[in-house]
Every structure is written in structure tokens, then in C-alpha cells.
């Protein structure tokens, strides 16, 4: 049966994964518009143009299709995240489609090349869309950094998602300048400068979503390279309980973040997680009643009701300088989005000494190791010892495709490297076989990997003391029932929402 037809006009649904788009319909929509109001053509039936729409909103649009293409249009409904994904498939393949094979504008360029035909070359239509693509294909696969890499003989587009490179698209060779240029001019940054690293912001707007780039540019052997981290302003910020932590991690954090004084700190590598966990803490207390400020590089996420400072280093307003000025606006909570230096630790431990809650982060392998960080950095122990009240590690695993998973046996070489024994995992470990969902992967979405530590009196004596991490982390195991990064992603694993595999990317194994 045709799944369309046997739809009723006003109320019927469909699941995109089934019913694929009939190309003749799609062409009959300009491209534009169905970006604009997403409507998406399905196909034609008995000369009336058979459109999906997400919700109730996209009715006039619909009836503005018809008397723009001059023919009926009948909708039904699909959800609304695939008909996005869809509208901007087509439209990427028509990007595509006409970027032509040469253009005899386009050359190879070097460092002598004139300004004017570096800008004459930014603006040709080829290079341009080449753009878009590069950004509607990163935002439309939920892409966190966009990488252009130039080499001898190609050019590389990687994309990084889920935590993951993967490679996109190769432009040719002689497009490289142009592209570079041309992403030059939205991040306004010197497009003759080419010798130097350079860093700028672009904003645009992508099938009707609000996107901030951050850019960086670095000259290479073969050319400059460039890395965009994109931040999704539509991204919705998720709470406490969806972060992955385990039961009774949740529990002890939350009694941490509901002290009226101290720091809590936040650790991991760059691309870890630090700053949703942040931003979920303040939303959970939050109340109209509390004054909670925060200095960041970048404001990633707008939260309602939060103050919100950019840090701006070339007019001098550092997290330090922001930090001194923020303690004078009568916060009840600060958050400084990463402490960097002695200067910036020792602002936020008076402001906690002086009854403020305080959160930062910091790049440390674990939560013990974030107290003799600071210690190195220059800090006074007996500071550190009197101000910190918890520290947070985590890491982000890619958890297992559910639409996709199966059991498999275990492996004598997985079981060894995680430490548990066969018995544990009787069925084995969950994987995915790879499908579309998940873009033939195996792996869906993300979760956290989390090792809290609290600070005990124990902790406070050997602080001052200058005892290492090692001795703080064995107390913390042994007295704290402290929960390792590698223990919960061993739980992690047995559960069957992730696998060894991931676990022991983002994790040290404990007997090395």
C-alpha cells in the first residue's frame, strides 16, 4: 500500500526513514523556500503536489507553494527534525551540482598573490557555495568543529562529531585559497595576512538556526589550515539528570552544588563535556533569588536569567580583570569558565573565602590531579585546602546505536583491558551493526563518564601537606567510595550503553 495515499489530507503521518522523496517533486519547490518554511515535496498524486510539514505553522506555507508553483498542494506531517535533515540533503547536493569541474577564474595562488584578486576570487559563486555546503553539511550532521586541511596534492574537509574526525568532502587544490579567503571575509578577519595565525567569529543563520563560529587559522607547509568550532544557539541546554552520571554521584553532586560557599571544579580535555555540566549545575540552582554571574570564552550557551560576560583579551578584560569586577556585582554564584593561571585561581578562591559559590574548570587527567594543579600553578595550598569543596573529572563516550545494537561475545583482550572478568558480561558487550540513524557508525549520541572526589578533612590535611594525587585518589577510592572514570565506564560497558572500546579511548587504564 502507498503509504502516502492511504493518509487522510488533513491528519496524516508519515516516517521519512520509509518514504523517500520522489526527486520530481523536490524540484518543483524552489530550494529557498523550502528551506525557509521547511516543506518538504514527497511526490505528485493525481496532478496535486504531495508536501510533509512538521507542525500546524508550516499551513500557510503550504498554500503559499500552491499559488507559487501554480498547482494543488496537500500536506501530512512528519517529524520535524528529519524533514530538516532532508530539505537540507537536497539542498546540498543542489550546491553541488553547480559548482562546476574547472572554472578558468579559478588558479593556483601563492604568498605574492595580489589582494584584489584574492577578494575577486572570495566572491565567485563557486567558492561561495562551496561554503554553505561546507556549513549546512556540518550543522545538518550535528558536526562540533569543521577542520580545512591543505596538503602537497589535495585539499581535506573532516568534520569532528560525536567526539570523532571523519572525513567529508575533498575540494580540489586550486579552490583552497578562495575558500580560506572567502571564510577570511566572515570572520573578518585580514585577508592578505597569510604568514600569521589568525582568529575571528563568524554568525550565520543555517536552515533558520542561529550558528556562532569560532575560527582559527594557521599557515602551513601546504597553505593555511583552518579550524571552526561551531556553537548551535538552538542547541537546548540539557539538565543534571540527562548528563549520564550514575545514582549516587548524582545525589553527592547535588548536595555539593547546593553548599552556599567554595569552589567546584570541573575537569577534562578540551572537548569533554566541562561546560554542559557547568550550565546544567547553574540551571539546577537557579532560582529568582540568586544573583549568578559568569565570565566565559565564549558565551557557548545563553542561559535566561544568568549574566553573562565575554571575555574580550585585546581590550584587556581577561578572566582575571572580569573576575575582580564580577565579585563587586553582588553575586551569589560565579561561574569563571576556566582558570588559566595563578592570578585567575587566587581572584576565585578570595571570592569563595568571602561566601561566594564559585565554578571553574580545569585540564586535568582526573579529580585528584585538579588540587596539586593548583598547588604547581602557584597557589597556596593551605588556599586550596580552606576554598575547594569538590572536584568533577569526566569524559564523553559515544554510547551504542540503539536502533542498530546486538550482543556479541567478548573478547579475552577487551575483558583484560577494562578488568572485568567473563562472568560479568555473560551475554557480552552491546554493539551496533551500523545504519542509517547512525550514519554507519555503531555509535548514536553521547554520555558522560564521571569520577566525583569531595574534600574531606583528610583531603584539606594532605593538601597542606603536599601529598600527590596518587595518595589523595586512593583515599578517596577507599574512604569516599569515589566512583573512577574507568570504573563507570566499566559499568557503562556491562550495561550495554557503550562499549570496552570507547571506554578505553577516553580512559587511562588504571594498571598502566
Not at 540551571?283 to 549574566?307: F, K, R
Amino acid at each position: 500500500m502507498d503509504t502516502l495515499t492511504a493518509q487522510p489530507p488533513l491528519s496524516g503521518t508519515i516516517d521519512l526513514y520509509v518514504v523517500k522523496a520522489d526527486p520530481a517533486a523536490l524540484k518543483l519547490a524552489p530550494g529557498d523556500f523550502a528551506l525557509k518554511y521547511q516543506v518538504l515535496p514527497m511526490r505528485i498524486e493525481n496532478g496535486v503536489l504531495v508536501v510533509a510539514i512538521g507542525s500546524d505553522a508550516s499551513l500557510e506555507a503550504v498554500d503559499n507553494l500552491s499559488i507559487l508553483i501554480g498547482m494543488p498542494v496537500r500536506h501530512v506531517y512528519a517529524d520535524t527534525q528529519l524533514i530538516r535533515e532532508r530539505i537540507e540533503e537536497h539542498f546540498i547536493e543542489e550546491i553541488l551540482s553547480g559548482i562546476p569541474a574547472e572554472d578558468s577564474a579559478m588558479a593556483e595562488f601563492d604568498d605574492s598573490t595580489d589582494l584584489a584578486d584574492l577578494q575577486k576570487m572570495a566572491g565567485e559563486t563557486a567558492v561561495v557555495q562551496m561554503v554553505n555546503l561546507v556549513f549546512a553539511t556540518a550543522v545538518r550532521d550535528g558536526a562540533s568543529d569543521i577542520h580545512i586541511e591543505p596538503y602537497e596534492r589535495e585539499v581535506k574537509v573532516r568534520y569532528r562529531r560525536d567526539g570523532m574526525l571523519q572525513e567529508m568532502m575533498r575540494p580540489q587544490k586550486r579552490m583552497h585559497a578562495a575558500l580560506v579567503s572567502r571564510i577570511k571575509i566572515l570572520g573578518e578577519m585580514n585577508i592578505a595576512e597569510r604568514r600569521l595565525p589568525q582568529d575571528g567569529r563568524i554568525k550565520l543563520t543555517v536552515a533558520g538556526r542561529q550558528i556562532d563560529v569560532r575560527v582559527s587559522i594557521v599557515p602551513t607547509v601546504y597553505g593555511e589550515r583552518v579550524v571552526m568550532r561551531i556553537l548551535d544557539k538552538t542547541t537546548a541546554l540539557i539538565g543534571l539528570e540527562e548528563l549520564g552520571m550514575r545514582p549516587e554521584t548524582l545525589h553527592t553532586y547535588r548536595r555539593l552544588i547546593s553548599q552556599p560557599y567554595g569552589i567546584i571544579l570541573v575537569t577534562g580535555p578540551t572537548g569533554s563535556g566541562k561546560s554542559t555540566t557547568l550550565y546544567a549545575s547553574l540551571q539546577e540552582i537557579y532560582s529568582p533569588t540568586t544573583n549568578i554571574l559568569t565570565i566565559e570564552d565564549p558565551v557557548e550557551y545563553q542561559v535566561p536569567g544568568i549574566g553573562q560576560i565575554q571575555v574580550r583579551s585585546n581590550i584587556g578584560l581577561s578572566f582575571a580583570s572580569g573576575l575582580r569586577s564580577i565579585v563587586r556585582q553582588d553575586p551569589d554564584v560565579v561561574m569563571v569558565g576556566e582558570i588559566r593561571d595563578r592570578e585567575t585561581a587566587e581572584i576565585a578562591i578570595h571570592a569563595s573565602l568571602t561566601g561566594h559559590l564559585v565554578f571553574s574548570t580545569l585540564h586535568t587527567n582526573d579529580a585528584p590531579g585538579a588540587v596539586t594543579r593548583l598547588v604547581d600553578m602557584g597557589v597556596e595550598p593551605f588556599l586550596v585546602a580552606s576554598s575547594l569543596i569538590g572536584v568533577v573529572a569526566q569524559r564523553l563516550v559515544r554510547q551504542v546505536c540503539p536502533d542498530c545494537a546486538e550482543w556479541v561475545e567478548a573478547h579475552d583482550d577487551e575483558l583484560m583491558g577494562i578488568g572485568i572478568k567473563r562472568a560479568d558480561v555473560p551475554r557480552g558487550f552491546r554493539r551496533g551493526r551500523g545504519c542509517e540513524k547512525c550514519g554507519g557508525s555503531g555509535y548514536r549520541r553521547r554520555s558522560g563518564l564521571y569520577e566525583l572526589m569531595t574534600v574531606d578533612e583528610t583531603i584539606r590535611r594532605m593538601t597542606v601537606e603536599h601529598k600527590s594525587s596518587n595518595d589523595l585518589k586512593a583515599h578517596a577510592i577507599a574512604q569516599q567510595g569515589m566512583i573512577t572514570l574507568l570504573a563507570d565506564g566499566r559499568h557503562k560497558a556491562t550495561q550495554g550503553s557503550t562499549t570496552p572500546e570507547e571506554v578505553l579511548r577516553v580512559c587511562q587504564r588504571e594498571e598502566l
